[in-house]
Every structure is written in structure tokens, then in C-alpha cells.
């Protein structure tokens, strides 16, 4: 939980607990990652020790974001020191972001409940009470189970005296009985009963699965701690390998050596979270502590990390007020900058350029005098300069940027991403001769360097482009040999082919290689440019995947009985968790048996995983229809196809974005917190809704995904309406509309496989090849009507814009 001040005017005297109702909006990080860190960050000032709820209860209530629309509630609970002991002297406000969490399971023991729970329907306590009331009447089999979801999701509504009371009386399922006293301990703790909840918890520990064990020991520790058993908690936190990675931890930790008089000890975990999580509410708290205390000394090496970290958390205006109060360094040297300041000039630059263009000459001030310093900072900072000359089309600039580096440093890291960058930019303004020179001397340079089969390309492609086919396949040819192993060679192939085809008098048989491409890589955007080039000299092809997919009745394996019996009951972000640990032990050749198992549960992000890893040759070379149901599932399939034909598009479209975009997850979270199925951004949905005249949602409810794919697979649509063409719509889903008909506009005359390799930017360019060749395997393997991939680039109309 999140442990936050609680303003005095919500306090009502010695030995009474006030409860307060706050409703916060929840942004929920990576799948893995600690969920609370978005939610913490809004601002409040943290006191208490309330700091283990993100990586024990959150992990099951926030984690995924899936959050209902009347939004999470928060319940404040504050109790005077004397009756706690030292961890809190303002009251504790406990925030309470109870969320229920999906994982795209289906089956359960009450279909039509759980179907509800899964696509995340309003409405699902009710639905659950009365559920569960006509069970016991009908004193049905599944009563423990349908409690033990009812107690859940009064909780994750934010009753947790009801989920107390009802979990208290129930009997805990067989086999879940370390799930049922968790929950019934969580349920205890939030509604004050803090003792009972520690007796509730320990229970649990006693039969929960190691990856409940780690929530559970961080949850008692927290306990543990408010209860005053100092020495437990410390214990506990001692020995968790995340206790100085996660600030929460620290954070309880620093509490808990505070309680035990160890104050060397504390102040360095009070400096540590200062430091190194200078945006979080506990570093900032931490750092007020110590300026209290009068502890809040930094040595230039400290405070320059703290400018670092901020830098890197996004707040490029604290890290320049935070370099204003370092003092100069007053090392002396006449030749070069001294170190000390070239680094602040380095991080003051990088600041700078940060807070937006209006800075950009005092930033470039800046990078300058970094520039003077020594080899560690001055490489750096030219190849922050050059960047910033890319980012404003001054690509002569940043090529002579980009130059010096790898002159001047030709040993540091960063000379063999700077001749490479100098070379690409010099392909991009189509000077083709400086490409092509610049491409070679760099294999020839940095024999080591992974980026040696992309230079290869290039180099390659760089001939292409001078329309020097002979040279340009002799060039490409070299790549399959050269590193028969990079994902290059489709395309290295496929343009040598290419070359042939544009030679005049040419002797090479370049639709025998088309036929090869299309045989050898046919889920590759490559081997369906090869059908269709093929099918453009009237050469007739079989389509490389025609049998349907083929679901399997499989024994479920032993190792997924826990995550069964989860799934059943409703718990299934405890039941993600349990796959995700049983997938660690699955003996490779049992793949086909699990995945099958998995799907059958729902699970189709797990499915497509072990398909991923596991079953590649069986999908793309026996081409064998029950691999291929793991890899390409018709995932979420009524809701797909539902809004798929109410907006017109094509499902298979859905389920292509679906697959590049979360591999079927509905939980996962982008770094640029794209969310859901389809990775929708908030402002997306906003105006999404705002065109659609309907009210919009919380946030959080884009990991929901009913809402998630009625939203993209509207977008999908608006899309084709101005871009006309599936490449063109999956370049707009990644790049955005603007920048697509952009390019559309000033390329347009060049067939679509010339154009989609000018895509600029190399994410983009991957997106697109992938969704479109997803699209067409989709199509071929679900019987859809047969369409050709058209070559030319159509004009882009008026339309969609966000």
C-alpha cells in the first residue's frame, strides 16, 4: 500500500480510526515491474510505512490497471504514535487501489460470472452476491469457490470489512486454502485488524506456491512493522534480494532500522532512496528527513547520480535545479575542461535539450564545453549533439558530429554507433557513393560490431537505390553467407531477386528465387512480396498456409492444476502468476500439450509464448495446423468479431495489431503507456470517444478487453478510411496518421516494397512488415476471402489525425 500523510483535519482524537474515501487513477507499469510506482507519483506527501501494498496486494489488485469505471476507492485510517509506535505520527492514510485483475482465462466453475469477470462487465459484485446466494440455497458443490471470488471482489471494490466477514465464515477451497487466508488476511488488515491479519497471512505461507511467498513475507513484514515487531520485519526485509532495487522496500526498511535505533544504518537507506528515486514520494520524503535532521550532505559524486536519476525519471527541470546546487569544482588543467565540470555541463546540456527547443542554443552552449573534456564525457556529449542535429534535419551537422566521434574516440562505445549513424544518414540524403564508402570502411573498422549484417544491407540496398543491380545483388548475396543467421537474409534475398528482375538481359531465373522466398520464409512480409511479385508475371503459387488451425483436446498437464483451479475460481491474475511459473519447468517436448492446455483456459498470451519459443519449425516449416492455432489464435474471438463487423473491418486486421501489439496480454503496459490488447494511449481513447459522442473511461479501463478492442478496432477503420491500404493502416497504428500520409504524399510513386523500406524509423519499418505479413497468414488460415497485396502506395485522403 501507499503510505501517505494524513492532513489533520481528517484525525479525530486518541484510540479512534477515521475512514476517508479518496479515488485516485491508477497508470500501471510493465508487466513485472512495480505497479505503484505511476500511482505514487502524483504528488502526496508520503509519512507512513504503508509502502508493500504495490508489491504485494498491488501485484494482484493494480498490477494490470484493470481498474472498474467507477474507479478504485482508497480508505485512511490514521492511529496516534502512542498506539502504534514510531513508524507514524501524522496518522496513515492507506490507499486502497483494490483493482481486479484479468488474464483472458475463460473457463470457470460459473461460466456466465466469470465470462463477465474476464471481459471486466460492470456490475460484478452484485453479480457475484447473487450468485453465490442462489449456491447456497441450492447448497451447490462450488460454494467455497464462488465465496472465495465474492470475498475477492469485495475487496477489489474496496469493502473489505464485508470481504473480512465473508471469508471469515467460509470454507476455503481444497487446494487454495494459502489463497483463501490471503485474502481473508488482506480483507483483516484493511479493515484494522491488523493482528488477525498477521495470524492470517502467516497461515498462508504455510501451503502458498514461492511466488506467493514473496508477496506474503513483504506483506508481513509491513505488518510486522505497524504492530511493532521491529526485529521480524527487518529480518524479512534483510533478507529480500529487491530490498535496495524497489523503493518501497527501502523505504520500510529504512522505517524499521529507524523503530530499531540502528540510525547509521537508516540514514543510509534514507540517503540511498534520496538518491536514487528523487521523484518517488519516499525519496522525497527521505530527503526531507534528512534535510530535518540536518543529514542531507551529498558528495559531488552523489549529488551528480541524484541529477542523473532525475534526468532519467523525466525531470529535466529538477535535474538543472538540482545541478544549480553543486558547488564548482575547483580543479584546474589548461588544456582540457576538468572532468568535474565537463560532467556538468554534460548533464546540464542533456537538461536542457530535454525542456523543449526554446533551449536549444544554451544547451548547445553547454554540450560544447562537455565536448572539451575528457574521452568518458566528451564522446557522449558530441553524440548527444549530433542527435540533436538528426532531430533538426541538420543531417551535415550531425554527420560531422557523429565523424568526430568516431575519429576522435575510436575506442569508446560510442564510435561504432556513430560511424554507423554518420553512413545511414548519408544513404538518407541519398548520397549514395558517401553511403556506400562510408557502410564499407565501417565493417572494416569495427569487426566486431553487431551492426555489421545492417551495414551489409545497407551498403547493399545503398546500391539498389543508385540503380546499380549487378553490384547491388553481388552485395546482398554476401549477407546470407556472410550471417546466415540474421533476421536481414528475406530481405537481403528478396531485393537481390529484386535486382535481377530490374537487369537488363539479365540470365538469373529471379522467379525461381521468388519461388524459393515464398517456400523458405513464408511467414515473412518478404515471402508474400515474392507471391505477389510472382503473381505480377502470371506465375501461380500456392498459398504456404493452407490448412485451417486446429485446436487439440489435450490432458492437462499436472504442473497447471494450481493455475487450473485458479482460473476456475476466478483469481486469475494469481493464476497468470502460477503459469508463469510453471512455463519455467515445461519440458521442451511437451510444448504442443501445453500450449493446447493454455488456450483451452483462455490463456492465449501464454499459448502464444511457448509457441514462440518452442514450436517455430513446427509453424513455419511443417507449417502443422496445431501449432499454427497457438501462434495465430483467434484470440478474445466473440469480441473481435463483434466490433470488427460493426466498424467494418476485417478481424483478421484486429488480430494482426493484436499479435505485434501484446501478444494477446490484455494487462501489459508500454513504456509510453500504451495499454491493453491493442495498446490504446489515454489520449487516443479520449478522443476516440470524444469523435464516438460517448462517455468516456477511466483510464485504466483500456486493460479491459471488451473496451480496448471496441476502441482499436474503431480506429482500425478510421485509418482505412483516409490511408486506403493494410501497410499504410499499420505504419498510422505505430507512426502515427500524419507522418504516414506525409510520406505517402512525397513518395507515393514508388511501389509499396521500395516505400516501406524508406520508412525512417526502424520500429515502424518492423511494425509494418510484420502486421501486414500477420494479416495475410491470418487470412489464408481462417478461410477468408483471397486478396493480393497491392503495390502502389495510394493517395492518402482527409481524415483521422490522432
Known sequence: MCGFGLPAAARSGPGQLTRTAIRLRAAITLRGLPAPAPVIQRGFPPTGPGILMGLTQFSEFARTGIIRRERARCTAVAEPMSNRGPMIQTGLLRCVLLTLSLSGFAHAQSAALLEHVRVHRPNLVADAQAELEACVAAKCATA???????GFLELSSGDAKAAAERLSKSKPPKGLEAFHAWYLGEAQSWSGRRAEALQSITLARKTAPKWLITRIDRRIAELALELGQYARAKTLLDADPEVTKLPELLYTRALTRDALKQTAKAREDWKALAIRFPTHPHGIAAQQKLEATGAWRLSFEEAVMRAEYLLGAGDAKGCLAALETIEPPNEKSKAKVPAKKAKLALLRGQALLARGKERDAEAQAQLAIAADGPPGIAAPALMVSARRFMRLNDNLAARTAFHKVDETYPDDGAADEAAY???????NAADFPAAISEFEAFEAKHPGSKKKDEARWFRGFSHFRAKQYEKAREVLLTLPVDFPKSSLVPQALYWSARAAQLTPKTKVDFNAEYRALVSSF?????????????SEGGVLTALPFGAEPKSLIVKRPPALDLAAALAETGLFRDAAAEVMRALSSMPSGEALTWGHALQALGDYNAAHI????NLWGACYVQRAPEALALMYPRAFRPSVETWAEQHGIEPSLAWAIMRRESAFAPEVTSLADARGLMQIIPPT??????TLNIPAADDAELYSPEWNIRLGTWYLRALQDRLKHPTLVAGAYNGGPNA???WARERGDEPLDLWVEQIPFKETRGYVKQVTADLFIYRQLYGAEPKRLSLVVPTPGQGVDF
Not at 610 to 613: D, L
Not at 685 to 690: E, G, M
Open 144 to 150: 467455497d469457490r464462488l465465496a472465495l471470488l465474492t
Open 421 to 427: 549513424l554518420a553512413a545511414w544518414l548519408a544513404m
Open 522 to 534: 513464408p511467414g515473412t512480409f518478404y515471402g508474400l512480396l515474392s507471391s505477389e511479385r510472382l
Open 610 to 613: 511457448i509457441a514462440a519459443r
Open 685 to 690: 481513447a479520449k478522443s476516440i470517444t470524444r
Open 740 to 742: 504516414v500520409a506525409r
